[in-house]
Structures are given as structure tokens and as C-alpha cells.
């Protein structure tokens, strides 16, 4: 039997892939950025995508890569910041492999994004800042991160000090295989 996949997930900007990366160079097992493999098939970068064919369009290439992404194949993935928003997309990520979801205080996300031109969902409207953008995008989506299991704070962390404590918390969840993708959030925050 394959190991599961380690799955990063987590709100935009809140460092995915930075992390993955990080934790699949450790693990010594490949890795796999969706918004970098979604690019890559469209031949496109991800603002074109949604400017060209609209979000939609953008949101079924990245649920056509979560269903091929529903079986343990031992890799290590970073999904976009709202991949995870939609359950069936969560579902079949959780049936393959354990998730992880990274948050940050969002003036520490605001500062980190500063100079970030990629992200098309933060376009700012007039006279609106990064950080009041942000807040909005949590608004409107917290309640369904709060479905998603085992949550990272990286606020005011490296990035290796986040991927360290992910490193324990799976060798735990690998050594009781207690991971149930449908408790809800972590009872701890
Ligand atoms: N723990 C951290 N501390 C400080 N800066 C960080 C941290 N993690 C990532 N960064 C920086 O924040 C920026 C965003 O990181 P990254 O692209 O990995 O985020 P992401 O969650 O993958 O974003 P997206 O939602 O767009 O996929 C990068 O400039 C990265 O270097
Ligand atoms: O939070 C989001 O919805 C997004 C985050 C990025 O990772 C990309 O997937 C895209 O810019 C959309
Ligand atoms: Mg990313």
C-alpha cells in the first residue's frame, strides 16, 4: 500500500508552497505545486487563466487535479489558497492523503504579499488596501476552512520551523493512522 500523500493546504499567501517544498526535500519524496501544475497545462499563468476564460474555468481545472489526487501515492502537494474551499475537492485530497492547513495572523500575510502581482483574487478595488482585502477573502471563507483538519499557525515562524512541527505531527498521525478527515477543526484553537 502507497503512503498517503502529505496535502499543505491553507489560505492564500500563508506559505504552501514555500513549505512543501521544504517538507518534500525532507521526506525525500516528489512534490507537486497545483497552481504551478495548472499553469503549466494551460501554458498559461494563472492570472491570464482567470482574465482569459474566468474563474470558473480556473476552478474546474483545479478539481479535475484534486480527483487525481484522491489515491496515496507517497507525494507531497501545495494546493492553491481555495482549493480546499469546496468539500468534494477537500473529500478526495482527504482520501488519499493527510491535510494540513496553514493560517497567519493577516497583517503578517499583508506584509509577506506586499509585492506579490499574482493573485488575481486580490486585486485591490479603490481605495481598498491588502490587508482589508484579505480580511474580506477570510470572511467570506473561514467557515469552510473550519472543515478541514489539523491547523498550522506560521504566524511569526520560519519556514522551516513550520515544516518541522508538520514533520512531527505526521509521524504522529502516521504512527496511530487516527487521521479522520471529518472531525472538523482542531479543538485546540
Ligand atoms: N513562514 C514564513 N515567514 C515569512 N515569509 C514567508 C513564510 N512562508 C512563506 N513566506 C513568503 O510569503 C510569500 C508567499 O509564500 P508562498 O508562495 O509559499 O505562499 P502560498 O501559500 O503558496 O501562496 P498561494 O496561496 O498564492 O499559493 C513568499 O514570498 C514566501 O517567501
Ligand atoms: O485563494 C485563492 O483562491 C487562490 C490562491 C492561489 O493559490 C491561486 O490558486 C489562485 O490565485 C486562487
Ligand atoms: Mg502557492
Redesign the pocket.
Known amino acids: 500500500m502507497p503512503l498517503r500523500n502529505l496535502v499543505i493546504t ?12 521544504i517538507l518534500a526535500r525532507r521526506l525525500g519524496r516528489p512534490f507537486l ?1 497545483f ?1 504551478e501544475e495548472i499553469a503549466r497545462r494551460a501554458g498559461r499563468s494563472i492570472p491570464e487563466i482567470f482574465d482569459q476564460d474566468g474563474e470558473a474555468a480556473f476552478r474546474a481545472m483545479e478539481a479535475a487535479l484534486c480527483r487525481e489526487w484522491s489515491t496515496p501515492r507517497g507525494w507531497v502537494l ?4 481555495g482549493t480546499c474551499l469546496h468539500p468534494a475537492n477537500r473529500a478526495a485530497l482527504a482520501a488519499g492523503g493527510h491535510l494540513f492547513f ?1 493560517y ?1 495572523d493577516l497583517n ?2 499583508a506584509r ?2 506586499a509585492d ?1 502581482t ?2 488575481p483574487l486580490l486585486r485591490l478595488r479603490p481605495g481598498e488596501t491588502l490587508l482589508e482585502r484579505l480580511q474580506a477573502l477570510w470572511n467570506a471563507r473561514e467557515a469552510a476552512y473550519r472543515a478541514i483538519p489539523h491547523w498550522v499557525d ?1 504566524t ?4 522551516e ?2 515544516a518541522e512541527e508538520i514533520l512531527q505531527r505526521l509521524h504522529e498521525l502516521e504512527r496511530t493512522d487516527d487521521d479522520d478527515p471529518h472531525r472538523g477543526p482542531d479543538p485546540t484553537l
Open positions: 491553507g489560505f492564500v499567501g500563508t506559505g504552501k508552497t514555500t513549505v512543501a517544498r505545486d497552481d501545495a494546493t492553491g489558497g496553514l497567519a503578517e500575510v509577506r504579499l506579490a499574482d493573485r506560521t511569526g515562524r520560519s519556514p520551523a513550520v
